[in-house]
């Protein structure tokens, strides 16, 4: 399908219940929503962010007693991450999740949590992102035209597959021809550990590891497993190299658009799921190691020694440290400890 096909069918669907409502008796009428949120994500229906993000809505049609209502399109059904971005800007959809990494290439400081091995630990990653890193980003995003909800989703320490090799050190990195997502800083960071990256769509991913246009990609365990990735990987080094998380963005004039009291329903019942969706992540996470390895992946787990000093070497550090600037980066480090 073309995107314009899709768009112009999701248009048709999203206007149908409302204009249907018109021919019924009052009673039913009264029922059809006032306010109609289309929300895209980039995930599989199975995976955490999908599973909480339909309790949340259901939570907002319920307490609303059916004035909003929030349709979830879910694995790049309305396009690639690119695409959704564009279109929460401009109004196509009304709410996105896009990774922090994607983010990026519109609010830069965003990536800032994605330098790395920055964060030890989870107590870390949500202290910052809940606190002052996470603010920080979530006003350059509203200088960029995206509201977002105060909490962070999950999606995990990004781990490297392969179908060619293990990563036990960063030499093993060098030549590796590797996806990552549309973010500059993934590029650089691979660039300085000496792989060959190259920045596709989420939707693009699972094709170009089978048709070998690809021979790597690093995400969380959780997505390995939902996206069915180990059918075409051999290994999986758990090398935990960047934390990454999902901000759940809104277009601005929509959000504007609510009555305060529909946004307090909306943020309240979002930030709660996203708790729940960080719990279902760390619980996912446990159990992967063993489940991926009953699927044949081979898994090994490299020291940070190695990568981090090839980091350091590239001035990886030093060169983000300039482009994020001095006040964003000691907000990190007031987090993780120095870094550069
Ligand atoms: O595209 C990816 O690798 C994913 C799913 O982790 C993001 O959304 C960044």
Known sequence: MTNLVRRSLLRAAAAAPVAGALGFPAIVRAAAPQYVFKYGNNLPLTHPLNVRAKEAADQVKEQSKGRMEIRIFPNNQLGGDTDMLAQVRSGGIEMFTPSALVVSTLAPVAAINAIGFAFNDYSQVWSAMDGKVGAYVRAAMAKAGLESFEKMWDNGFRETTSSSRAIANASDMRGLKIRVPVS???????KGLGAAPTSLQFSEVYSSLQTHIVDAQENPLPIVQVAKLYEVQKYCSL?????????FV????????LPKE???ITSDAFNQAALRQRDDVRKLNDAAVADLQGKGLSINRPSPDT?????????????????FGNEAWSLLESYTGKLA
């Open 262 to 264: 529909l946004q307090g």
């Open 184 to 190: 500059p800083l993934s590029i650089d960071m691979f």
């Open 250 to 257: 809104l277009n601005q004039r929509a959000w504007q658009k």
């Open 307 to 323: 990568f981090r000093a090839a980091l350091r070497q590239a001035n990886f550090y030093s060169d983000w440290k300039g482009r």
């Open 239 to 247: 090398t935990n190299h960047i934390w990454d998380g999902f901000w």
